[in-house]
């Protein structure tokens, strides 16, 4: 099975999509599968689709939604039963697991039996903790090589065409925040890498879309001077704090600020937000 939700959802088993067409199996889906091997209770499922004051009838919905996630399951593993709203099932496979071991009924929820490497959030989660391993352990280009394939597996906004209730709410925030740190993280591995050119294009977009985060402003003043343009770097300074004190009535951190004044200065930016605590997550997202 494969199953994405970096993008828009999409649910696959053996060429065949499991993907539901409504809204509410759809929700229980995603959910299920960022839990995956994980028990979701019931009541988790309910609030997600119903919030906090769900139907009398939403048991029994609930369960209805399941079972129509397992028939499509089961046409497409091959065994007997249509696919719903189709008529029609996937090739015959003596070999194909149950539906019902793919998605087990637990003692007070349901569980998916999906490999992480199977479901796109779980491998990116992955790939950004050894990704950021790698870079505690100085060793960047692994560090950018990892944290690049993560990234890659974006294909938009993480959930982009379900409704969130509380939990999916959560669980697309968490993801854009790790995306962005991955994001972060690698850049930054690049430029002591000496890519600085390599990523100044990116940044510069990146500075549009993210108006209030610090650390990838600084990084962009970083790349500027390691070019040779002290100045850009400046004018980038005095675009953040410009956005800051309008936006939030807030001056830069003194992160940020020890950077400008190194720039000032003429020493070495890099060496500067190095000595700062880069790896903190000291940023403010936009």
């Keep these: 099975m494969r199953i994405r939700v970096l993008g828009t959802l999409h649910a696959e088993t053996a060429g065949v999509s499991i993907a539901p067409s409504a809204a509410k199996p759809r929700q229980i889906l995603a959910l299920l599968a960022l839990q995956s091997r994980h028990i979701v209770p019931v009541s988790d499922l309910m609030e997600e689709v ?3 004051g769900p139907p009398r009838s939403a048991p029994t919905t609930l369960q209805t939604y399941i079972l129509q996630l397992r028939r ?6 091959g065994a007997p039963g249509p696919l719903p ?8 496979d003596p070999h194909a ?15 998916l039996e999906v490999a992480d490497c199977d479901v796109d959030a779980l491998e990116f989660a992955r790939l950004t903790r050894t990704g950021h391993a790698a870079y505690e352990a100085g060793d960047m280009a692994k560090s950018a090589r990892l944290l690049n394939s993560a990234l890659a597996l974006w294909r938009g906004p993480a959930l982009a065409d379900l409704p969130h209730g509380k ?6 925030t968490r993801l854009e925040e790790s995306r962005l740190g991955a994001l972060e993280r690698r850049i ?49 300074f005095r675009r953040l704090r410009g956005t800051l004190v309008e936006e939030l009535g807030l001056e830069p951190s003194p992160r940020i600020d020890r950077l400008h004044q190194a720039i000032l200065r003429g ?16 940023g403010l997202a936009g």
């Design 188 to 236: 930054d591995a690049d430029l002591r890498m000496g890519r600085h050119r390599e990523v100044l294009g990116e940044l510069c977009a990146l500075r549009g879309r993210y108006p209030l985060y610090e650390n990838l402003h600084a990084l962009l003043m970083v790349a500027f001077h390691q070019d040779g343009r002290s100045s850009d770097a400046l004018i980038a």
């Design 267 to 282: 020493e070495d930016a890099l060496d500067a937000w190095r000595g700062s605590g880069t790896g903190e997550a000291a």
């Design 72 to 77: 499509r399951l089961r046409a497409a593993l």
């Design 50 to 52: 119903w919030g906090a």
């Design 97 to 111: 697991l149950s539906d019902k071991d793919i998605l087990a009924t637990r003692h007070g929820g349901y569980q």
């Design 85 to 92: 709203g189709t008529g029609t099932t996937g090739p015959c």
């Design 167 to 172: 939990h999916l709410s959560i669980e697309a």
